[in-house]
C-alpha cells in the first residue's frame, strides 16, 4: 500500500430533484429504448442489519460485461469492494428487476469512480453457461456540445425499484475538481435519484455517452447532476472487455442505399480517402485515412489522422482478409475485416499488438466506407497537443523519467505493470545503471500527482522513500516538479519529507 493512505474525496450519491430542464420534443425510437432497457441492470449488495446498496449498470457486452460506478459496487473512501455483487435484469417494465445473477469485478478506478463487472454465476452460485446477454454501443463522449439532448436509463428508486426513464441535455463540462476547465464531467439536467448511480447515458443515436455517478448542491437551491463521459472509461473497458457491440442504427429514417455490391475486398487505390470509426482503448474516434503508394511488399501505406493525432498506417490484404494497421509504434492498433457484401461501410474488429512479441487482443470494433478519391496529402510536422489535466494514469503507460536531486540524481523509464490494492498504477522505474525501484503513480485528494519510488526490500512501510510531486500544470503528459524523500513508520504514516530536487516524466506510451 502507498504511505500515508492517500484518498480521492468520496462521491455520494446524490439525488437530483431539479425538474427545471426543458422537455425534449425527440425521443429515441421504440426499437432503441427496447434494446437500452434490456441492457440496463440492477445491481446491489447487502450491507448489514437488513439492508443493501443500490444501483444501476449496463450491459455492454453480450458476454455479460458490465459499466458502472465503483461506489456502485464498493467503498471508494476506504478502497473496499463488496465480497458478493448481485444483478437484476428487467423482465416486465412495471415491475422491479429480477436479481437473477452474481458478476465478479473485472477492473475497477476509485479515481474515476468506475468499475467493470462481468456475469458469471446466478445468484444461487451456479455457472450461468452460454448466454448472450443483450448490450449496447458505447458512444464519442468527446463529440456532445452544450444543448445536445441525452437520455437517462436506471433504478433511481423514486415510487419503487422499477425502471425510470428521463431526459434532458448537456448542461456542460469540467474539470476533474469541477472547477477548471476540462472534460472529465459533464453536467446534465435530466432528472435523476440515488439509484441511477452507474446507469447509462445515451445520445440521440442510442450510444452509451456516460454513466450518471453524482449530483451537487450549489447556492439556493440549485442542484447539478454530473456524469462520466464513455470517453474516461476506455482505460477500463479497452484491456478488459471482450465483445463490445456494433454502434446503434441511427436515430433518423433510414435513407435507400444506392451502392451496388462489389466483390471482395473493396478496391484499395492510392488517392482514395477511407472514413474509419473506431471503437477501443486510446484509437477511438473518427480516423480520416488517406492511401498512399505501395511498399516493397506491395502493401499501400497511409496515413490517418484524428484531430491533431497524425500516424501511419498501413492497408493489406492477406488470405482474404483486408487488413488496416493504426500506428507506427507499440502498441499497434489492426482493424480486421472479415469477406461481407463490399457494397458501402465494412465492419470489422479492432484488435492490440502491444509490443513485437505479444499476441493480438481484441477490444473493440472498426467501421470504415470511402470517402472519394482525393490526391494524397503530404504529412505535416505534428503541433504538440498538451493533454488536459489530470494526467490519465494506467497499466500499460511508459514514462521516462529524470530526476535531479541529493542522492538522487539520473534517469530512467517508469513502466506501469500492474494495480495496487488502491486500484491505482504500479510497477518499476530502472534508471540507467539498471538500479530498481518499486514505482506507485497515483492522484492526491489535493490534485497533485504523485510518483513514489522506494527500493523493493520486502515490506512497504518503515522505509526511505523518494517522490516526485507533480502539482497541476498545463501538460499532463509532459510533468515538471519537486523531488522529495521521506520515510514512513510500521502504519505507513510520513515523517521527514523533505524537497530535495527537481523531477520530470514524459508519457512514451
Known sequence: MKPGGFGRISLVCLVVFWMGG?????????????????????????????????????????????????????DIQN???????????????????????????????????MAILRITRTSNGQPI???????????????????????????????????????????????EDMESGGKQWIKHDAQTGPGNSGGGIYNQDGELVGIHTRGVSGQGNSRTAFMRPSALAWGLVGPNVAGLVNRAPAASTPQPQTATATAWPPAINTGQTWQVRVQGGQWTGEWSVVVGPKDADGDFEATASLGSRRTEALFFQQDNILRLNIGDKYPLARCRFDPQNGSGAIQGKLFVFKDANSDAEEIGTCVASQRGAQAVQPVQPQQPQAAAWPPRLAVGQRWQL???????????????????????????????????????????????????????????????????RFDQQGNAANLKGTLQTFKTDANGQISDLKDVGACTATLSR
Open 402 to 468: 529524470s530526476v535531479s536531486g541529493k542522492d538522487l540524481e539520473d534517469g530512467g523509464t517508469v513502466t506501469l505493470s500492474e494495480r495496487d490494492s488502491d486500484g491505482d498504477p504500479k510497477g518499476t522505474v530502472v534508471f540507467k545503471e539498471n538500479f530498481k525501484m518499486v514505482a506507485y503513480f497515483y492522484m492526491s485528494r489535493s490534485g497533485a500527482a504523485f510518483l513514489d519510488m522506494t527500493v523493493p526490500d520486502g515490506a512497504e512501510s518503515h522505509r526511505a522513500w523518494w517522490r516526485c
Open 79 to 113: 478502497r473496499q469492494i463488496a465480497p458478493r455483487i448481485f444483478v437484476g435484469t428487467i423482465r416486465f417494465v412495471d415491475q422491479p428487476p429480477e436479481v437473477r445473477f452474481l458478476a465478479d469485478v473485472v477492473a475497477a478506478d476509485p479515481n474515476l469512480d
Open 129 to 175: 453457461g452460454n448466454v448472450a446477454f443483450p448490450a449496447v454501443p458505447i458512444g464519442d463522449s468527446n463529440k456532445l456540445i452544450v444543448g445536445d439532448p441525452i437520455y437517462v436509463f436506471g433504478f433511481q428508486g423514486t415510487g419503487g425499484n422499477t425502471l425510470t426513464f428521463s431526459s434532458g441535455a448537456v448542461g456542460g463540462f469540467t474539470g
Open 22 to 74: 426543458a422537455v425534449l420534443a425527440q425521443t429515441l425510437p421504440r426499437e432503441v429504448r427496447e434494446r437500452i432497457i434490456a441492457a440496463t441492470v440492477f445491481i446491489t449488495y447487502p450491507t448489514g442489519n437488513n439492508s443493501a446498496s443500490v444501483g444501476s449498470g449496463t450491459l455492454i457486452s453480450p458476454q455479460g460485461f458490465i459499466l458502472t460506478n465503483y461506489h456502485v459496487i464498493g
